[in-house]
């Protein structure tokens, strides 16, 4: 076997978390510390606690987005499609002659 190829072996490698756990273990890290976000004694799943991590501000974005359209009103489909029947036979109600050139756009506006 070739001598001098394989990196050095740290056996006091500490790996500290956001939440303050540290662990001791070993590794080729030249380094003899290394952080980490989450950990097991913080991790969800082994905790059971929901915990969202939001760097980009996501949650915030679409619980904003979610009140404005709460303050909105809007209209279905068939309420749109109903004022304009009644737009409709309001100006159908007109003889066709006595139509001005008004009448005739607002009937080609509702008909589209």
Known sequence: MKKDIHPKYNNELVITC???NKITTGSTL???SLSVEICSKCHPFYTGEQKI???DNLVKKYEEKL???KSMSFRSKKQK???RRKKLE???NKPSSALSLRDM???ARISK
């Open 18 to 20: 956001s939440c303050g």
């Open 30 to 32: 030249p380094t003899e």
């Open 53 to 55: 991590v939001d760097t």
């Open 67 to 69: 009140e404005k359209s």
């Open 81 to 83: 499609m109903e004022e």
């Open 90 to 92: 309001k100006v159908s």
């Open 105 to 107: 756009l607002e009937n």
